[in-house]
T-cell receptor, first 113, second 110 residues
């Protein structure tokens, strides 16, 4: 196991609602990246946090936002949920200054109805 | 054109077979390359990093061709447990985002 944990495991929300997903990084890792994986596709990069600041962002609208805390854990917030936001949300942790290998948590499966 | 392209498969092979996957990437400045393995409804797991000189880990061999911008993965002596989706991954900027291909599905049959 990677030591990366995510909560909750599954979530069902209604269109227009807001959701917060959480991630605890592997011990010793200082960087957290978030990805969205739709069914049958590869993960798509949302953004990355390093030392509590956003350090890169993919092609996602501003209603996708995040935080990183001093203990390197992280949150992903999505406002005004849309049906297309239904996906597996993956968090990956890494140690930026040593290796760029990223290790994934088990993911949160979000369903928007 | 997608940034990272893979043949989606599926590749159906018998146990013991050798199978190879290729992947092409569009950003010539890409710096790091990886193969991840993903089982159904699970998270991707790092299989191996890919180095310019090529590298081997047991039955798995990865090669990188920067001039042609493609990456390959060779699996020898396939096992039933190798059945999974294999994701080709490129890091276009050091420490930044990973760009995933769509994955190649492998099914190893008895």
């Amino acid at each position: 196991e990677t030591g990366v944990t995510q909560s909750p495991t599954h979530l069902i929300k209604t269109r227009g609602q807001q959701v917060t997903l959480r991630c605890s990084s592997q011990s010793g890792h200082n960087t957290v990246s978030w990805y969205q994986q739709a069914l049958g596709q590869g993960p798509q990069f949302i953004f990355q946090y390093y030392r509590e600041e956003e350090n890169g962002r993919g092609n996602f609208p501003p209603r996708f936002s995040g935080l990183q805390f001093p203990n390197y854990s992280s949150e992903l917030n999505v406002n005004a949920l849309e049906l297309d936001d239904s996906a597996l949300y993956l968090c990956a942790s890494s140690f930026r200054d040593l290796s760029y290998e990223q290790y994934f948590g088990p993911g949160t499966r979000l369903t928007v109805t | 054109r997608k940034e990272v392209e893979q043949d989606p498969g599926p590749f159906n092979v018998p146990e013991g077979a050798t199978v190879a996957f290729n992947c092409t990437y569009s950003n010539s400045a890409s710096q790091s390359f990886f193969w991840y393995r993903q089982d159904c409804r699970k998270e991707p797991k790092l299989l191996m990093s890919v180095y310019s000189s090529g590298n081997e880990d047991g039955r798995f061999t990865a090669q990188l061709n920067r001039a042609s911008q493609y990456i390959s993965l060779l699996i020898r002596d396939s096992k039933l447990s190798d059945s999974a989706t294999y994701l080709c991954v490129v890091n276009p900027l050091a420490g930044n985002m990973l760009t995933f291909g769509g994955g190649t599905r492998l099914m190893v049959k008895p």
